[in-house]
């Protein structure tokens, strides 16, 4: 299943300070077998203004990256039949105009300084331990889009 989330108008949180529209423009596919992780993933980044493009599976966020050509992939690793690391290690076998260079984020349970070296080493560029700081995503989101300069959509 592949679903895209839009992003409301830029506004701020009543509870927070964070500018809710700091990531207007970014278009982030998100992978996560687990439904309620993968909703609370988009609904944070929404708020937040990006484009988010939901997968359930590595097939469909692979299909996703080739298609849509996003600023960043944020993968689950433990997913049946392909997992991240197989997800991330066929996305960078892509030539960069197919989106072989997209950052990529690893969200997972494997909290371990070996999962953090495993998933780096693997390709991603960023780890992020379950329960996410989600702060910390859309601060790594921000410098992540610095990096890489504006969005290729607009």
Do not use: W
Not at 15 to 38: E, P, W
Not at 49 to 62: L, N, P, R, S, T
Not at 103 to 114: H, K, M
């Amino acid at each position: 299943m592949v679903a895209v989330s839009s992003p409301p108008g830029r506004q701020r949180d009543a509870k927070s300070s964070v500018d809710r529209g700091v990531l207007q423009g970014l278009r982030i596919v998100v992978v996560d077998d687990d439904n309620d992780a993968r909703d609370l993933l988009t609904t944070v980044l929404t708020q937040r203004g990006a484009q988010v493009y939901e997968a359930e599976c590595a097939a469909d966020a692979f299909a996703l990256v080739e298609s849509e050509r996003p600023d960043v992939l944020v993968s689950d690793i433990a997913m049946p039949e392909e997992d991240g690391y197989m997800l991330i290690g066929r996305v960078r076998r892509l030539t960069a105009e197919r989106g072989g260079t997209t950052p990529a984020i690893a969200v997972t349970a494997y909290a371990g300084g070996a999962d953090r070296a495993r998933a780096l080493a693997a390709g991603f560029d960023v780890h992020f331990a379950k329960p996410i700081d989600v702060d910390s995503l859309v601060d790594k989101l921000v410098a992540l889009r610095s990096a890489v300069g504006p969005s290729r959509a607009g």
